[in-house]
């Protein structure tokens, strides 16, 4: 199964790098250059464990995908419910490490498999060779918005500390 991951060190408290990252509609957008439309599933509020997202790319594609771990301020996985026919599975997750009270290294990942099964030796490199260019562009805005106090603070609004945070 491919792996794909891009990291960056950012200059924001490891639970600020999480909520950017875990960003919503008008937030997301000013950030993420791949993401023309996302929303939460079925009534949801905000992101947790089993919640569902519906996601719309920059390419047309689309895909639902499902929180599998959602530990706030240093981990978030999501793996695709229904996406886009060439993937049998995809997976991502983000991992934040805090270095020091205002400084956070962030790791962004992606898992894949190619389907049909038959097709991956040219399906793997061709996969990780696109989306490991989209992940170094996503994560790229996602370092230049934790460099904006103004997107930080509409994520911080967003996804406020409360119950079911750590």
Known sequence: MPRIESSV?????????????????????RWDPFVREQRLLHGADRPDVGVETFTRSRHRLTMVSRYTSFRRPTQVG?????????????????????????????????TFTIRPSWLA????????????RDIDRRIAGFAAA?????????????????????
């Open 9 to 29: 060190r950012v200059l924001v408290s490891a639970d600020d790098a999480f909520v950017v990252s875990q960003s919503r509609q008008e937030v997301r957008y």
């Open 78 to 110: 999501m793996k695709m419910v229904q996406g886009p026919p060439f993937f049998s599975s995809f997976g991502g997750g983000w991992s934040f490490a805090p270095v020091d009270g205002s400084t956070t290294d962030v790791v962004w990942r992606y």
């Open 146 to 166: 934790c460099a904006d106090p103004a997107i930080v603070e509409a994520a911080r609004r967003q996804l406020p500390s409360g119950p079911g945070t750590t």
């Open 121 to 132: 030796p040219i399906g793997d490199r061709i996969g990780r060779f696109l989306l490991q």
